[in-house]
């Protein structure tokens, strides 16, 4: 035989097993797929029932205290077949943290995907009108909003408590603060973006608006959602309309930041130089309510706070300090919502000085790194001298056209490789970054 003709047949044989597994594997997520928009309309979405998860390893049927005897428990949703073939594939969906045990999940070298994909999921329930809880949402006993507020608050503060985490992994760990409910629920960019996306999916006639709140974002959105939902039939299709804009009102009419640095400061007695810290931007704060001097207060703090982390000693302040850092990060986003508006009459000098605190908002934010902070500045101070070429100008503004690649940058290195994984059965999940991003201060 011919040694072409052998070389082929050996390719042959080689590719036709390859060809088939891949074959398969289409298959299987086409199937997957299938089995995602069955458990949107479900009424107990991914659960096949309900159970209580004892201490012990003890599982036992929905009875009151049923675990009283079996050193307590969490009553929750029980997976179904489902649900458990998807997430042995590696789609870990229907996540719940009632009960979790955090030095046991962190101990995971899977744990940085892991959490991950829980990140990624609770986007997909805020945009997709709950996703796989659809109706069991309304599935009695299959979630425990207080155990799963007590379960993130414990993997969050341990996971604050590891130099790791707000080291390498403060990316990872912000988005979690942000996302995971885990004390009081506080107003958030993000969650109205999620809101105003939920409602243009199922009604065309929002879409104009939707863009509006997402692209430029401003106070005067709320009155806008008020009369749209005023055009509509009935209360009932009015509601989630009129819930959006009250969130579109906390955001922009918070209470007084200076007011909660104050009390915050009182709190770190132990520590005088984190109560300085606080206490100076309150001062700044109450000398001057402009937007300019709001976005760069808020900026400057944001990035101090990050900084200090690794001196404070306890986790529970640790998470605490970034909770604050998420009003932080609210307000700058509000104040740059309003310079937005007056940007064409600034000069050049005023566009590299909002620059510079975008540039600190987006590393307090974990968006950006203390290297490229650095870089960004230094790039900052050159164009700031008094004297610069053209060509240099240019140069520098070209650099600083960067800086929000930068920051996809550092989300992908933490999440698309878990985008990409759960995109195979449900596509939404690629905007996870980009919903990520324009929810920040890198929109600036």
Not at 223 to 245: D, I, M
Not at 327 to 339: D, S, Y
Not at 433 to 442: E, K, M, T, V
Request: net charge negative.
């Amino acid at each position: 035989m011919p040694s072409l003709t052998r070389s082929f047949l050996m390719l042959l044989i080689i590719a036709v097993p390859v060809m088939e597994s891949v074959a398969a594997e289409v298959n299987d997520v086409k199937v997957y797929r299938g089995w995602i928009e069955e458990m949107k309309a479900a009424d107990r979405g991914p659960f096949a029932g309900i159970r209580w998860y004892c201490n012990d390893g003890t599982v036992l049927p929905p009875k009151a205290y049923a675990c009283s005897s079996h050193g307590g428990g969490y009553e929750h949703g029980e997976w179904s077949h489902q649900t458990i073939e998807l997430r042995q594939q590696g789609y870990l969906i229907a996540n719940l943290l009632a009960g979790i045990k955090p030095e046991t999940f962190l101990a995971n070298p899977e744990a940085g995907d892991a959490l991950a994909q829980i990140l990624i999921e609770r986007y997909l329930v805020s945009a997709d009108d709950g996703w796989i809880l659809q109706r069991a949402l309304f599935y009695r006993g299959a979630i425990q909003e207080e155990d799963e507020r007590a379960g993130a608050r414990a993997l969050l503060t341990e996971m604050a408590s590891r130099p790791e985490w707000i080291g390498p992994g403060y990316t990872e760990l912000w988005a979690a603060v942000r996302m995971l409910p885990h004390g009081k629920d506080n107003a958030s960019v993000q969650k109205v973006r999620q809101m105003s996306a939920s409602l243009s999916d199922r009604d065309d006639g929002f879409k104009p608006l939707r863009a509006k709140i997402h692209g430029a974002p401003g106070a005067e959105d709320a009155e806008r959602v008020r009369t749209y939902a005023a055009g509509l039939g009935s209360e009932a299709a009015r509601t989630p309309y009129l819930e959006l804009a009250d969130e579109i009102d906390q955001l922009y009419h918070a209470d007084p930041l200076s007011q909660d640095l104050e009390e915050m400061a009182a709190r770190y007695t132990a520590a005088p130089w984190l109560q300085e810290l606080l206490r100076g931007a309150a001062r700044q704060l109450q000398a001057d309510a402009s937007a300019a001097n709001r976005f760069f207060t808020t900026a400057s703090l944001l990035a101090g706070l990050r900084d200090a982390l690794p001196k404070i000693k306890s986790a529970a302040v640790r998470l605490e300090i970034m909770d604050l850092g998420l009003q932080l990060e609210n307000q700058n986003f509000r104040a740059g919502a309003e310079l937005r508006t007056g940007l064409p009459g600034t000069t050049r000098n005023e566009r590299l000085q909002y620059l510079s605190a975008a540039g600190q908002a987006a590393y307090g934010t974990g968006l950006i790194n203390a290297r490229l902070l650095g870089a960004l500045t230094n790039s900052l101070a050159a164009l700031g001298s008094t004297s610069i070429g053209l060509d240099r100008y240019l140069d520098e503004v070209s650099y600083l056209g960067r800086v929000p690649g930068w920051g996809t940058q550092s989300l992908r290195m933490y999440f698309f490789a878990s985008m990409e994984k759960l995109a195979e059965i449900e596509p939404r999940a690629m905007l996870f970054i980009q919903d990520q991003l324009r929810g920040s201060p890198l929109l600036f």
